[in-house]
């Protein structure tokens, strides 16, 4: 199984873009991007220095950028991509990128949606001096009560020996002096304290336009940065997008999703290097690629032909599917099971695994077509569940 995995703010370096746009159809295509985004991106991923493309303003919308337009050049015929894509996922704001390459929102939303987070981070990390931490190695359990002890937030949980550190530089300043035993601290070159209660200004002014962003479901496994779990409601992709702007990223339970899933390869979209080089430590036996320029496209789409399968999530406009979140036992409301129509929203069971239950709900409702799966029986993430017919459809 292949999952195309696109990375965070922090993964740009100066000049990262140059080989990229001697091609004029991506020089053309990322033109058009950044004329959405009303960002001269073009010049900030060749000629600006790393400071300039620190700014969080210009960092985001250019890893967007970078994202989609190097998918069309991965997939010639983005249509083709569904047949080999078992899942994708995104480091923070790469969830943008992965969810336009999903198909829950266009290329022209995820610039003006990632435009507008860049600026509200930037302008609510300008309220409080903030920062992160990188935390390497050390006992995870002693990590995160030492992060806790110094009012601290765990803004991203990457797996295995690396836990990132977020809050006011006095707090940060005050664990640099009193450090977990056997960790290396890293301080991050980035404006604030991301994923963490400082940003939340910026969460309502995202979610308000959101409200005006039309979705589609997505057409393979969306795996979310969250929780690790598989979301198939657009609305729902959506809503975390927007949700994360102050919540913890927890990568490493993105990585048990795909170690559920079965994966084989991973394919990280340029600005590439930090998510496969995670990957090659939690992911042991797992192929990686990083994708950095555009002369290694063939050997990428080899890559991609050699662990590709169709996640067996595309639709039609009469179908819709509702899938399981996670790894577990599904388990059948009685209510649901009983009954031929669903209105939209009804719980139809949930996944219960080791570490937690969740429920698993019909957004859309609609009429009972075909279970997929018996009560009690064992499901992988993202495995369709339900078949629904949606009311009023032909």
Known sequence: MLVIVAPGQGAQTPGFLSPWLADPTFAARFDWLSTVAGIDLAHYGTEADAEAIRDTRIAQPLLVATGLVAALELFPHPADAFDQIGAVAGHSVGEIAAAAGARVITAEQAMVLV????RAMADAAAVTPTGMTAVLGGDREEVLAAIDKHGLTAANDNGPGQIVAAGTMEQLAAFAEEPPAKARLMP???AGAFHTRHMEPAVGHLASLARSVSVHDPRTRVISNRDGKVVHDGRDVLARIVGQIASPVRW?????????????GILE?????TLTGIAKRALKGVETFALKTPDQLDDARAFCEKHGESSGLATTPTWRMVVSPAKGTFHIAAEAADSEVL???TTIGEVASLRDRTAVSAPHGGQVV????EDGDLVSPGQPLLRLHPEGGQ
Do not use: K
Request: some cysteine; hydrophobic content about 40%.
């Open 269 to 273: 979209m340029p600005p590439a290097g």
């Open 343 to 345: 209105p939209p929203g």
């Open 370 to 373: 075909e279970w997929l799966v």
């Open 252 to 264: 490493d339970l993105c990585l048990d999703a795909m170690e559920d899933l079965g994966v084989t």
């Open 188 to 190: 991050l070159s980035v």
């Open 115 to 118: 435009r507008e987070r860049g």
